[in-house]
Nanobody, 115 residues
Framework: QVQLVESGGGLVQAGGSLRLSCAASGSTFSINTAGWYRQAPAKQREWVAG???????SYAYSVKGRFTISRDNSKNTVYLQMNSLKPEDTAVYYC?????????WGQGTQVTVSS
């Protein structure tokens, strides 16, 4: 049974930084592709960033240049470094990973950016 554990959320002032982590356990297989999503109050969940098995990355326009997605295959962990945070980045952030053809979601971690 694959489990994803997210950590790193919190409260930060505008302009600050946070790093989110998403660790996968319970599988002998490595993460294939992975992504981060977020959902603000009363809004739909939106895609934020993605990383391929080979390490290629892609970003939503709203976070490009501020956020960086990365992975540590030895730890089966995916990260989201968030810099220059803005109040509009406030949301619950979810990681999503694909392992042997199945998608798994983290429990979500709250990020709150104060102005």
């Amino acid at each position: 049974q694959v489990q994803l554990v997210e950590s790193g959320g919190g409260l930060v002032q505008a302009g600050g930084s946070l790093r989110l982590s998403c660790a996968a356990s319970g599988s002998t297989f490595s993460i294939n592709t992975a992504g981060w999503y977020r959902q603000a109050p009363a809004k739909q969940r939106e895609w934020v960033a993605g990383i391929s098995s080979g390490g290629s990355t892609s970003y939503a326009y709203s976070v490009k240049g501020r956020f960086t997605i990365s992975r540590d295959n030895s730890k089966n962990t995916v990260y989201l470094q968030m810099n220059s945070l803005k109040p509009e980045d406030t949301a619950v952030y979810y990681c999503q990973v694909r392992i042997t053809g199945a998608n798994y979601w983290g429990q979500g971690t709250q990020v709150t950016v104060s102005s």
